[in-house]
């Protein structure tokens, strides 16, 4: 089949699942076109059956704002009339759906492809449901041909929010098993004098809490010779760093920046830490728990779907750091136990979340639109 995949191509966990669905597709015979408005992030420079087009974008001193969405849509309609396309995959709702919606509309009807959105999560809990974008969300889910959601939790939160005409499908994210099997990294280069080592990556954005991963820290470094290694960029880096800095513990945090190989860090880790607001999925306690990385994470979205309590890691209340130092000190002084939790998190992982599984529930829904 030949498929358009448009993405926001920046280091964050609806790329990284539609640049990997990308690839797995293609691994299986189907050619696969990216539209984006850079390279995306975890997307290799060259790959078999997959190409990549990016938004050209003009700036005139009128527009006071860029007009991005305009010249995504209209890159859409070119490379999908140029190509043949059968099918547009939107992930994220904003703008990407409304972009392929706007494109499928400027072809000729003989020409026009199927839609499948995916929601991701922050595209309905936070720009969705905002009264600024309500309208325009609803409008992109009831013009596609098909919608689906990452987790059961995000499914229920989109049908109650938008009074939708038709289902949600759920369709969990995967994990890439054949990057993680191998997966080695360094730990005497993160941690030189053999600490424990606790890790968060995100993209830093308010909704990862990420001075609560700080306070935390605090009560764990007063117990157990640790390490803290944030990895990722975004607006709340800073923040972030202040508290480090304000806690005294400046010799004991590492800020690594944006981090594309995450195979190669990840295994070192001696527990993930991950305290959001909420989470619709969370790609990476997945990608964590594939790694034997046990996780420790907030009760709150679809991260229960993911992180099962007492198994693969432990659950506490939103902005309980209390909770969280406490149960990262019961692992960090007990090797047996986060073994055997690393092991669990593996197997419910690879069981749960298998690659093979979720692209042909995606394969399925493709030929079911295009026949
Ligand atoms: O908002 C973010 O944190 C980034 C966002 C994205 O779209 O890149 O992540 C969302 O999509 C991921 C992939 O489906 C999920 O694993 C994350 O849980 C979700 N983030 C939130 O719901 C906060």
């Not at 720009?127 to 041909?145: H, L, Q, W, Y």
Request: aromatic share 8%.
């Amino acid at each position: 089949m030949k498929i358009g995949i448009t993405c926001h191509p920046t280091a964050g966990g609806s790329g990284i699942v539609a640049t990997e669905l990308g690839i797995a597709l293609a691994e299986k015979g189907h050619t696969i076109h990216f539209v984006t408005t850079e390279h995306p992030f975890r997307l290799p420079d060259c790959r078999e059956n997959i190409f990549c087009h990016c938004v050209d974008l003009i700036s005139y001193p009128l527009f006071r704002y860029p007009l991005c969405a305009f010249a995504l849509a209209n890159r859409i309609c070119q490379v999908a009339e140029e190509h043949a396309i059968q099918l547009w995959h939107a992930h994220y709702a904003t703008p990407h759906a409304t972009c392929a919606i706007m494109a499928r509309e400027m072809l000729p009807p003989e020409k026009r492809f199927k839609i499948v959105t995916t929601l991701h999560g922050t595209d309905i809990t936070l720009v969705g449901t905002d009264p600024s974008f309500f309208r325009i969300t609803k409008f992109a889910m009831e013009n596609s041909d098909a919608v689906t959601a990452v987790s059961k939790w995000l499914t229920r939160e989109t049908e109650r929010e938008f009074d939708l005409t038709s289902p949600v499908r759920t369709i969990y994210n995967f994990v890439n098993e054949d990057l993680l099997a191998h997966a080695r990294a360094d730990r005497a280069a993160l941690a030189p004098k053999n600490e424990k080592i606790v890790m968060h990556i995100s993209n830093f954005r308010p909704v990862k809490r990420v001075t609560d991963i700080v306070r935390a820290f605090a009560k764990i470094a007063d117990q157990v010779p640790a390490r803290l290694v944030m990895v990722g960029e975004g607006p709340e880096r800073l923040s972030a760093a202040a508290v480090v800095k304000q806690l005294g513990l400046s010799d004991k945090v590492t800020f690594l920046g944006n981090y594309r190989a995450i195979e190669n860090i990840l295994p070192a880790a001696d527990l993930l830490l991950q305290p959001s607001e909420h989470e619709s999925f969370g790609m990476v306690p997945l990608e964590a728990m594939a790694c034997r990385v046990p996780v420790i994470a907030t009760a709150s979205g679809g991260i229960i779907e993911v992180v099962e309590h007492g198994v693969t890691g432990y659950l506490c209340e939103v902005g309980d750091t209390d909770c969280m130092a406490a149960w990262a000190i019961e692992l960090l002084t007990d090797a047996e136990r986060a073994r055997q939790m690393g092991e669990q998190g593996r197997e419910r992982a690879l069981r749960l979340f298998p690659k093979d599984k979720i692209v042909a529930q995606y394969e399925a829904l493709y030929s079911e639109l295009v026949g």
